[in-house]
C-alpha cells in the first residue's frame, strides 16, 4: 500500500499530470513491478511465494480501491467499471480461497502465479501508451495499436491456458483446488469481455483513422 502511495505521489510530482493519467501509469508500473515480485520470490521458494503474494496483492488492491472511491470522476468510465468488478471479485474470491483453506502444493502455488502474471502483457502496453503520451517512447498509430493488442491478448489467453495445465497435474484435487480453478475461468470470461471490447474500439479508431487519411489525400 505504502509503495504505491509513494510511486503514485512520484510520477504525479516529475510529470505534473493530472489524478487520473498519474493514477493510471502507476497502476500499470505497480503491477509490473508485482509480477515481477511474484517471478523472483517464486524462483527462491514456494513457501516464501505462497506468503508474500497475499500482502502484496492486497495492498496493492487496497490503494487502487481507495483511490477510486476519493477520484472516481479523474478517471475514463470504462477503467473504473472494469476495475470496480475486478477488484471487488478480486477481494471475495480470494477471501473465499482463505476461508476454505487447505493445501497448497507446489504445482498450485506455480499455477497461481502463472495465472496472476498473465496481465503482464496487457499492462506493458498500456504502461508504454501512457508514457508515449508525455513522449518518453514513440507514439503508436492506430493501426499499431489495433494489431499489438490483439497479439497481447492472445498472448494473455496462452500464459492463462499454461496455468490451468498446472492445476491439472495437481493430484489431490479439492475443494480448494476447484474454487482456484473457477475463479481463473470466471476472471477469463470477464477480462476476455472487456478486452475483445477495447480491440473492437481500437478496430473503429483504426477504421476512422484510415478515412480520415484518405479524405485528406482527396482534398
Known amino acids: 500500500f505504502i509503495i504505491t502511495l509513494l510511486l503514485n505521489t512520484a510520477i504525479k510530482s516529475y510529470f505534473k499530470g493530472g489524478n487520473g493519467w498519474s493514477f493510471m501509469l502507476g497502476h ?17 521458494s514456494r513457501t516464501l511465494q505462497i506468503n508474500a503474494w497475499r500482502p502484496i496483492y492486497f495492498g496493492w488492491y487496497s490503494y487502487d480501491s481507495l483511490y477510486f472511491i476519493i477520484n472516481w470522476k479523474d478517471l475514463p468510465p470504462s477503467f473504473c467499471t472494469f476495475q470496480t468488478i475486478h477488484h471487488s471479485l478480486s477481494f471475495a474470491c480470494t477471501g473465499i480461497w482463505i476461508a476454505v483453506s487447505g493445501h497448497w502444493s507446489s504445482l498450485m502455488i506455480i499455477a497461481v502465479t502463472i495465472w496472476l502474471t498473465s496481465d503482464v502483457w ?46 491439472f497435474f495437481v493430484e489431490d484435487r479439492t475443494i480448494l483446488v476447484w474454487l482456484v480453478f473457477a475463479s481463473g475461468i470466471l476472471f477469463d470470461v ?3 469481455y472487456f478486452r475483445v471490447q477495447s480491440i473492437s474500439a481500437r478496430k473503429f479508431e483504426m477504421e476512422f483513422s484510415v478515412v480520415l487519411t484518405e479524405h485528406s489525400r482527396i482534398e
Open 122 to 167: 496487457h499492462y506493458s502496453l498500456s504502461a508504454y501508451r501512457l508514457l508515449s503520451n508525455v513522449w518518453l517512447l514513440r507514439r503508436l498509430s492506430a493501426t499499431e495499436v489495433f494489431r499489438i493488442e490483439i497479439v497481447m491478448f492472445w498472448l494473455e489467453r496462452i500464459h492463462r491456458l499454461i496455468a490451468y495445465v498446472f492445476i
Open 190 to 192: 470477464i477480462d476476455g
Open 28 to 44: 500499470y508500473i505497480m503491477g509490473l513491478f508485482v509480477f515481477i515480485a511474484y517471478t523472483i520470490l517464486l524462483s527462491i
